[in-house]
């Protein structure tokens, strides 16, 4: 089985994070996958730390401004960086797996693979935020654009189970792992209606949450798209365990069980120890990161993002394209 992972780094705070996901990935296969970090907008130099220790792990670094259109939009530095290493890449590999810069591998992706292949494999959101489609209730205004858009017909359309099993709704993932079979070309497909979309004027009627979560929607209807629900391998919790969520899951898990950790914010400090019980000595790989420097988002960044996604509305309005 031929894999490569594909993580997102900018400088600063993704430096280290990707660093630490990096180190685990190398852990459980320490050859037999690929990894790719992509930085895929301009923006601060990365450090010659980062740099040489990515080299040191055998992890290449492609520093391209592939994010040029939509560079005010953080988020679409994923669904550029994947569709470029799919176009390029892609032929050489057997599945491609993004994952989320603040995760943690703990068991190898290939138990992913030993019972069944599949064409696409996420675990569902738990939709707490109220973003998914109740196919029993009426459509919301976004998803009935994004559907039509994309000419998503009704009996195109299938439904998936919360991570709880306490919601049904049509096909809505979480964006933190993403896995497909490299010869479908998912990634271009989702980047091809990410551009459609982001063309069009309702996509500045997005407001700030729903901007936030265009692009796992993007990501979630690309794959009903294109993949039947049998096609589809709906990952459990252990491969996307949501470390902020702990205290509240109805089915929490061990850290034995745990194969990818997803520890969000948590990391900035220590409480996070006192919800486990594990070996420290044999995740001292970890815990000798730990916990990470915090890093104030730059006010240059902030502005530049915002002064870039009026630069962006304006030059839709007018039909001015880059050069």
Known sequence: MRLAVILIIEADDLEQKCLLAVKSIRRQHPQDLDIYVVCPRKGKKLSNKTVETLKRFNAQLIIKNLNREHS??????????LSHIESEQGQNYDYLIYMDADMVLLKPFT????????????????????????????????????????????????????????????????????IAKSTEGYFQKAMANFVLLSSQKSFFKLSGLELFYFEQMILSVTAMQMFLAEEVNILQNEWNYPLNSHTVLKNKLIWIDIKLLHYHEMFYGSNWQDLFSFDQIEYQWLLETLPFTKYNKPVFRRVHSMFCYQLFKLRHKYGIKLI
Request: glycine share 6%; aromatic share 24%; net charge neutral.
């Open 72 to 81: 005010f939009f953080v988020f679409a530095n994923k669904l550029y960086a």
């Open 111 to 178: 138990l992913l693979f030993q019972n069944s292949e599949f064409l696409f494999a996420a675990k569902t959101s738990d939709n707490s935020n109220g973003m998914a489609q109740n196919p029993n209730k009426k459509v919301k205004w976004y998803w009935e654009w994004i559907y039509d858009s994309l000419n998503i017909q009704e009996d195109k359309k299938w439904t998936v189970a919360d991570f709880n099993g306490q919601q049904s709704f049509y096909a809505y993932f979480n964006g933190g792992l993403i």
